[in-house]
T-cell receptor
Framework: KAGVTQTPRYLIKTRGQQVTLSCSPI?????VSWYQQTPGQGLQFLFEYFSETQRNKGNFPGRFSGRQFSNSRSEMNVSTLELGDSALYLC?????????????FGPGTRLTVL | AQSVTQLDSQVPVFEEAPVELRCNYS??????LFWYVQYPNQGLQLLLK??????LVKGINGFEAEFNKSQTSFHLRKPSVHISDTAEYFC?????????????FGKGTKLSVKP
């Protein structure tokens, strides 16, 4: 069974631009979560989607948004990029919303904002 | 709300020596507990998890962890480490009940195994 895939793996943008990151979950998984990883703040939860609906949201500004499609694939968008948005963005999928469900992580998208 | 404290940011150890990576948590609700490992330029891989039952949990690659409810700890141990265990390790909790289903991570512990 294929794992979680994220595209692109690396991305370089300039301040003020916007970016869209994509995540394809493991087949059969319906929940997708996004995390931001930086050296200073560590791993922080962005949001979680299930059945095309955002179910939970972390403490990030409105410039960060996401969506989930009917095939469970998810995208996240960051508008008006800032230097501090440089990070590794990780996507994780799980079977459902139950807390005991294991989250399987993708390799991440490394975003660099210049 | 939950929080996780990993007491050591870096742990150097010699090959074949035992290691313990410490994790303490706080939470106002019941939680599930997890340890993840991250190798360079990769995502996170689950090492082990505690959901219920026996407080001693065995995971992959010879790692184990013990849940101590009274001390709110979930320390990770391995009796004999290998060079290949060099990686960053993250302790995480997830509250259950209500809208507290996302993982809360510690800041990570970098394990460096030297020959």
């Amino acid at each position: 069974k294929a794992g979680v895939t994220q595209t692109p793996r690396y991305l370089i943008k300039t301040r003020g631009q916007q970016v869209t990151l994509s995540c394809s979950p493991i087949s059969g998984h319906r929940s997708v979560s996004w995390y931001q990883q930086t050296p200073g703040q560590g791993l922080q939860f962005l949001f979680e989607y299930f059945s095309e609906t955002q179910r939970n949201k972390g403490n990030f500004p409105g410039r960060f948004s996401g969506r989930q499609f009917s095939n469970s694939r998810s995208e996240m968008n960051v508008s008006t990029l800032e230097l501090g948005d440089s990070a590794l963005y990780l996507c994780a999928s799980s079977l459902g919303l139950a807390a005991y469900n294991e989250q399987f992580f993708g390799p991440g998208t490394r975003l660099t904002v210049l | 709300a939950q929080s996780v404290t990993q007491l050591d940011s870096q742990v150097p150890v010699f090959e074949e020596a035992p290691v313990e990576l410490r994790c303490n948590y706080s939470s106002s609700v019941s939680v599930y507990l997890f340890w993840y490992v991250q190798y360079p330029n990769q995502g996170l891989q689950l090492l082990l998890k505690y959901l219920s039952g026996s407080t001693l949990v065995k995971g992959i690659n010879g790692f184990e962890a013990e849940f101590n409810k009274s001390q709110t700890s979930f320390h990770l141990r391995k009796p004999s480490v290998h060079i290949s265990d060099t990686a960053e390790y993250f302790c995480a909790v997830k509250g259950y009940g209500g809208s507290q289903g996302n993982l809360i991570f510690g800041k990570g512990t970098k394990l460096s195994v030297k020959p």
